[in-house]
């Protein structure tokens, strides 16, 4: 089974029968893995369905098959939750497809806000890493007290709060806009003074061509004459 037997769009009312499904998975998933997560209710999922802030992964035939959410606080901070992948189609690409569509939906949405995620998972961390989100310490997420009080269904919640917030079992990793436009504008004014430099080393080579060649024919017209 490939990633092409599966489509990846944003979810609309027509997905909302497979919420419950999609919840349970999340929970039975966090259970396995022996790891905490943020639980939600079938109606909050299908309330983001509602407000076209999910993307879902279809099979072909119509079967649900992944599933992912943005949640926003003051519109500065964008958060992409609840990665989840069918176990019957893991292994074919769809949760680096998920979370690539959901981070583009989430920079249309929201082009401003600073995109993070919290996470136990070394395979979500590998693909935010190649999203381009950085390792960052949790005083740089959010501090709107509604994103914490979604850590209270969490198993670790408690050593988030012995924590003060500080430091948990998950890793925060921040995508920010702003340090990303600095970073574009770094490298095109690098290729910029690269570019230069390259175009004064062939004029200097072709100065050197030029002299070699004058040269020549001083050498060449003194032999004529002598």
């Not at 943005?70 to 019957?88: C, H, M, Q, R, Y």
């Not at 080579?205 to 040269?215: A, G, P, Y």
């Amino acid at each position: 089974m490939e990633e092409n037997d599966f489509v990846v769009i944003p979810a609309t009312e027509k997905h909302i029968n497979y919420a419950q499904e999609i919840c349970d998975e999340m929970a039975e998933s966090a259970k396995a893995r022996g790891t905490g997560i943020a639980r939600r209710t079938a109606e909050y999922v299908a309330t983001k369905m509602l407000e076209g802030k999910a993307v879902i992964a279809v099979r072909n035939d119509g079967t649900w098959a992944g599933f992912c959410y943005i949640e926003t606080w003051d519109g500065s901070f964008v958060a992409n939750s609840g990665l989840i992948v069918s176990p019957k189609y893991r292994k074919a690409g769809l949760a680096k497809a998920i979370k690539r569509r959901v981070f583009d939906l989430s920079r249309e949405l929201y082009p401003d806000a600073k995109i993070f995620g919290l996470t136990t998972g070394l395979a979500v961390m590998k693909i935010n890493s190649e999203l381009g989100y950085e390792p960052v310490t949790y005083s740089e997420l959010t501090q709107d007290e509604n994103f914490w009080k979604g850590c209270q269904s969490c198993v670790n919640y408690d050593i988030l709060t012995m924590k003060e917030r500080k430091n948990c079992l998950c890793t925060a990793m921040l995508w920010d806009p702003e340090e990303k436009a600095k970073e574009i504008e770094h490298k095109t004014s690098l290729a910029g003074e690269k570019e230069k430099e390259e175009k004064l080393h062939e004029v200097v080579r072709k100065q050197t061509l030029l002299e070699r060649i004058e040269e020549k024919l001083r050498s060449s017209l003194k032999l004529m004459f002598a």
